[in-house]
């Protein structure tokens, strides 16, 4: 990936030497990048919180990046855990081409569909000190925790600007995603890929006389179980975007096994290994979520460890996203060289 950006100081594009210093390893760059790499990347305004924050996310960043003015001619700005990029794009629309963006973040998948990204961890960032002006974050900050705020404050020039959306603790979205990690979880307990899987297994096997009709019956009972606990489940849920996705998978589970002599074996072994693969990822997703977002006495914190190095103004502020009554996320201002103002 080369942009044609200025690169400040010392950046190291090796995915593999950042890599190995990442606190949740390889497994957390895997399962992002299935992210990107699936739905998410095709749509990535579409991605955050599926979408229907998007017009109030939208609004929040034109109001930051309003004052264009405020922008150092050729200033830099970094985009921790920028994903696809779409806040450095809103930065581009508002501010022009009159300013560096780098984005850095842990999938590589990610970081390929941001214009500016680079495959790195944000706790550990590969820059030297005070080189960016501005820096920015959209529910990504939080995922490395303090150490990427200490990172922040260490790359973020003295008069510097720094402008986060965060998530809550217990708000809205983290509510949505606790629901949504309810119901992957209980489809995950009950087995049913792995059941589905066998059950097709066996089914071919019958198809060539290889097995028993009585082996197919005991695994197709075993599915049919799983897929009465998957039920039960999304019965349960409230809606989300997990339940529509079970909602669909188990058609789609019923559909392949009464219609395997239409596919070749390998291709459902590969269909199934993609499911696994989504699921997994979505449940790692969730989970991630959930422990990264943040109380305001945590958000305080974070942006103590900003402001510390002098006279700073820091707002935190609480966002409400669409009809939600609750707050979604805490927006997290520092500005550096003026007088303090905190509002929670
Ligand atoms: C919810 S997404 C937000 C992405 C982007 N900021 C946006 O708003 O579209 C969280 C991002 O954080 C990234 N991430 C998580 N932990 C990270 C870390 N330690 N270092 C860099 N990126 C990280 C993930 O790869 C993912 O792209």
């Given at each position: 990936m080369d942009s044609g950006m200025r690169v400040p100081h010392t950046v190291d594009r090796r995915e593999t030497a950042i890599s190995g210093?990442?606190?949740?390893g390889p497994h957390a760059q895997q399962s992002w990048s299935r992210y990107w790499d699936g739905n998410a990347g095709k749509a990535p305004e579409q991605a955050i919180s599926e979408g229907r924050f998007g017009p109030v996310l939208r609004r929040h960043w034109e109001a930051v990046f309003?004052?264009?003015?405020?922008?150092?001619?050729n200033g830099r700005m970094l985009d921790l855990a920028?994903?696809?990029?779409v806040v450095g794009r809103l930065a581009r629309d508002r501010v022009g081409g009159g300013i560096d963006i780098v984005g850095v973040d842990l999938s590589s998948a990610a970081a390929r569909q941001a214009e500016t990204g680079l495959v790195g961890n944000i706790a550990l960032l590969p820059f030297g000190p005070g080189c960016f002006d501005r820096i920015v974050s959209q529910f990504g900050i939080e995922y490395a925790g303090l150490p990427a705020f200490r990172e922040a404050a260490r790359v973020l020039t003295p008069a510097g600007q720094f402008s986060a959306v965060v998530h809550v603790k217990h708000g809205a979205i983290w509510r949505e995603n606790a629901t949504c990690l309810d119901i992957v979880q209980r489809t995950m307990d009950a087995g049913i890929l792995h059941k589905c899987r066998l059950r097709l297994q066996t089914g071919y096997k019958l198809d060539r006389g290889a097995a028993a009709p009585a082996a197919f019956d005991r695994r197709t009972a075993a599915f049919e179980a799983a897929a009465r606990a998957v039920l039960v489940a999304l019965r349960d849920a409230a809606d989300c975007a997990a339940k529509a996705y079970i909602g669909q998978l188990l058609p789609d589970l019923f559909d392949i096994v009464s219609r395997r002599?239409?596919?070749?074996p390998e291709q459902l072994e590969d269909w199934m290994t993609g499911q696994e693969h989504t699921l997994e990822a979505y449940a790692f997703r969730m989970n991630a979520m959930l422990d990264a977002s943040m109380s305001v006495e945590e958000v305080r914190e974070a942006a103590g460890i900003l402001s510390a190095a002098g006279d700073s103004k820091v707002a935190i502020d609480a966002l409400s996203l669409?009809?939600?009554?609750?707050?979604a996320a805490w927006t997290v201002r520092v500005c550096r060289g003026r007088k303090l103002r905190a509002r929670h």
């Open positions: 210093a990442l606190p949740a309003k004052n264009s003015a405020a922008f150092p001619e920028c994903g696809a990029g002599q239409n596919y070749a669409g009809n939600h009554p609750d707050p």
